[in-house]
């Protein structure tokens, strides 16, 4: 296994603009869960995936974003007008039910808006 | 509710000395699990140890230690020996539902040489 992969690593943005961030789970791992991580503060779970459906979301999951995963495999986080408040890490986990793993988090893309 | 409480927002300790760091938990549910990572600089969680709300047992891997207590909702991290490699923020967690890990707010272990 390679691990967690998350695609990009750091985002600068302009106030206002879509960002879109990508997570490619351990392979064979069928959930796929969204953190996010503001300074000085732990993971906030914001939303997971088991295979291609989208099985909860939290209530900071606002109407600006969305997530993806079309083929139960890699998965897309998406933000609309982002806003200042959205600079954070974004962290992205995967585990196995058949294996009954734990979650293995990857490196996060950091994003910020200017 | 659920909620995952870390008192130490920081610990400064000297390379060799024991360290230990706390973790209270609330919740409702009778069959859950808890969790320990660790955050190095670098960002990535790194998973620890999952314990489930049936076993009690402590465990112990390398300098690594953990007492998990219901009576009193607390599962402690204890580092013996520690080593400047150790530090970094630690974050305890709890899950009742599948993937839906609740975290601490961290403690920031410092170990100086």
Redesign the interface.
């Given at each position: 296994d390679t691990g967690v992969s998350q695609d990009p690593r750091h985002k600068i943005t302009k106030r206002g603009q879509n960002v879109t961030f990508r997570c490619d789970p351990i392979s064979e791992h069928n959930r796929l869960y969204w953190y996010r991580q503001t300074l000085g503060q732990g993971p906030e779970f914001l939303t997971y995936f088991q295979n291609e459906a989208q099985l909860e979301k939290s209530r900071l999951l606002s109407d600006r974003f969305s997530a993806e995963r079309p083929k139960g495999s890699f998965s897309t986080l998406e933000i609309q007008r982002t806003e200042q408040g959205d600079s954070a890490m974004y962290l992205c986990a995967s585990s196995s039910v058949a294996r009954n793993t734990e979650a293995f988090f990857g490196q996060g893309t950091r994003l910020t808006v200017v | 509710a659920q909620k995952?409480t870390q008192a130490q927002t920081e610990i400064s300790v000297v390379e060799k000395e024991d360290v230990t760091l706390d973790c209270v938990y609330e919740t409702r549910d009778t069959t859950y699990y808890l969790?320990w990572?660790k955050q190095p600089p670098?960002?990535?969680?790194?998973?620890l140890i999952?314990r489930n709300s049936f076993d009690e047992q402590n465990e112990i891997s390398g300098r690594y230690s953990w007492n998990f207590q219901k009576s009193t909702s607390s599962f402690n991290f204890t580092i013996t020996a520690s080593q400047v490699v150790d530090s970094a923020v630690y974050?305890c967690?709890l899950s009742e539902?599948?993937?839906?890990?609740?975290?601490?707010?961290?403690t920031e272990l410092s170990v100086k040489p």
């Open positions: - | 995952v969790f990572y670098s960002g990535e969680l790194v998973f999952r974050f967690a539902a599948p993937g839906k890990l609740i975290f601490g707010q961290g």
